[in-house]
């Protein structure tokens, strides 16, 4: 089990904590990408997180059909404080906000660099931001202009199995229970479950870590649509890298299936993949600032076009 602290123990730096983005995965629970290592028994951090994203969506069948257009602004407070015995408890509290944003032309030139532009972005940037799903013969989902609202928060507990023992890594569970907040397109309106283990390996200045996640929503439909729920799941593979002891570099790829079953649109139903890049820097020993961007490089039909991360972080001790 977790055990006294080996002497020679080195704390982990931690990944971004980054989570899909994509307009059909931002709703959901999502475990943020973490370390293993928890904070010591009374100690708090505070951290003010802010994910932002632009996506862009559109596909049909004879049952259903959805269109997306959307810049996401996700604001979060996320909180820690340490428990004796190796447990951390954890809480989030995000909201979300819509518009029609300011990247559709600077996504627009980057895709023509490589040769990859995409066709639903033809043309000039609309004026308005949507968000519409409709079943045939039962209507759905038809938001439009700009908006937000509280998003769905959750409390979670993480615990720490075993420290690092050669090539054996550090290992910690977590678990976090999400509360029904908002509907969609903000929040899933579901009841979730999710629960995950977290490995690490440090290795002198490098820290290599590695996370597996599983979220399972209370079921039942969502909207007029009556778009079905099921199980889905996360893995996260990072590289963090210190540079002293004020920077590090972090470079992390990600797997995320999707929430909703039986709809046969990729969009909706595909698995998305990210690769993301970022720096942390500690301006003092209780501060903390991070960045990064993240790219959908294998799916970029689905998904978030591209993402960022701005964290700033305090720590009692």
Known sequence: ??????????????????????????QFLQLPFDGPEPIPPGALEVGVRTLYSN???????????????????????FL???????????????GAIDYEGFLWRPIKVVEGLFGAANPLRAGRPPA?????????????????GSGGSADDPWLGVKRRVRFQDGWRPELSWRAALQAPVAPLPWGSGQLELGTGLLAGWS???TSLLLEADVMIPQGGPITAAELRTRPHFTIQLGAVRRFGSWLTAMLQASLHTSAFAGTDLSVV????????????????????????????????????????????GWRSR
């Not at 969506?57 to 810049?71: F, G, K, Q």
């Not at 340490?82 to 509290?93: A, I, K, T």
């Open 203 to 205: 290795l002198g200045d």
């Open 55 to 77: 996506s862009i969506a559109r596909e049909s069948n004879r049952e259903l059909s959805v269109d997306v257009s959307i810049e996401t602004a996700v604001p979060t407070i």
């Open 80 to 94: 820690r404080y340490g428990l004796p015995r190796g447990f951390e408890l954890q809480l989030s509290v995000p």
């Open 269 to 312: 139903g595909g698995t998305t993949t990210y690769l993301l890049a970022g720096v942390g820097v500690q301006p003092t020993r209780r501060t903390s600032i991070s960045f990064a961007i993240a790219e959908n490089v294998i799916s970029p039909a689905r998904g978030a076009d591209i993402s960022g991360v701005l964290e700033l």
């Open 1 to 26: 089990m977790a055990g006294a602290e080996p002497a020679e123990h080195v704390v982990a730096a931690r990944p971004i904590a980054w989570q899909d983005q994509g307009p059909f995965a931002q």
């Open 128 to 144: 308005i931001a949507w968000f519409r799903i409709h079943r045939s013969g039962r209507g759905g989902l038809d938001w439009s």
